[in-house]
């Protein structure tokens, strides 16, 4: 079992930046890939990004690309989500997500076992 707890969401203006965390629990840790997805209320989650076990590669999904990093610490358990010039279509609940398919560019929700609760970030214009 994996918890994964995020933290770091928040509200800000269009062309800011906001800096999520997610630490996991357990000792297995670096054995997971670890994602990002986000929700809006109506619609399916959506894949973010992407990190393998070993910091690479990353993926990254076209609507994020060039704004948002992902990268992880595996010694504090955590992974992380610099999102830079942040646009209103980013409002949404980010989760955090752990799996261990066998892929290096996992994108998938059915890649992943565990989630988070999720941490609200809002952009306002």
């Known amino acids: 079992q994996v918890q994964l707890v995020e933290s770091g969401g928040g509200s800000v203006q269009a062309g800011g930046s906001l800096r999520l965390s997610c630490a996991a629990s357990g000792r297995t840790f670096s054995a997971y890939n670890m994602a990002w997805f986000r929700q809006t209320p109506g619609k399916e989650r959506e894949f973010v990004s992407s990190?393998?076990?070993?910091?690479?590669?990353?993926t990254y999904a076209d609507s994020v690309k060039g704004r948002f990093t992902i990268s992880r610490a595996n010694a504090k358990n955590t992974v992380y989500l610099q999102m830079n010039s942040l646009k209103p279509e980013d409002t949404a609940v980010y989760y955090c997500?752990?799996?261990?398919?066998?892929?290096?560019?996992?994108?998938?929700?059915?890649?992943?076992?565990?989630w988070g609760q999720g941490t609200q970030v809002t952009v306002s214009s």
């Open positions: 997500a752990a799996g261990r398919v066998f892929s290096s560019r996992p994108t998938l929700i059915r890649d992943f076992d565990f």
């Open positions: 990190i393998s076990i070993n910091g690479a590669p990353t």
